[in-house]
């Protein structure tokens, strides 16, 4: 309510800053509407209700490639744990790489780019309910 109060404050028209006359014709503010309308705002919640951002028996992720590197971080937010996984693959992750972790639990590395600034097109995929370490 604090905030509300805040508000019409500034909204307040003052006579004393406007002397001239405008080119324009002034624009009208319904403040009782306006102030409404930000209260309900302000008040509102968001509410998922059984929303799943992954199919059964996928878990819940977060990740991250190491560039320059093998491993893969994996961030379980569900159990708060979180793991390394040494991956079993012929090159390090390329630089400058992006990556996208699907509901049904693959997870896909794009791009990225070599230390001679030679750009990569690869697409690579893994899968965290496997979790066989490969990269296909």
């Not at 992720?61 to 744990?81: A, M, P, Q, R, V």
């Not at 780019?113 to 899968?127: A, G, K, L, N």
């Amino acid at each position: 309510r604090d905030d509300v109060d805040l508000i019409k404050k500034f909204l307040k028209f003052n006579d004393k800053s406007c002397h001239s006359k405008s080119l324009m014709s002034p624009l009208v503010i319904h403040e009782d509407s306006l102030l409404k309308d930000f209260e309900n705002a302000l008040t509102s919640n968001f509410a998922f209700d059984n929303f799943d951002s992954t199919a059964p028996g996928v878990p819940k992720c977060l990740h991250w490639f190491e560039w320059g590197k093998k491993k893969l971080n994996l961030y379980d937010i569900t159990s708060n744990t979180s793991k390394i996984v040494e991956l079993d693959i012929h090159f390090k992750i390329p630089s400058f790489s992006r990556s996208i972790l699907l509901p049904s639990g693959l997870l896909f590395l794009i791009g990225g780019e070599e230390p001679e600034y030679v750009s990569r097109r690869e697409v690579y995929m893994y899968d965290i309910v496997a979790n066989d370490r490969k990269m296909h």
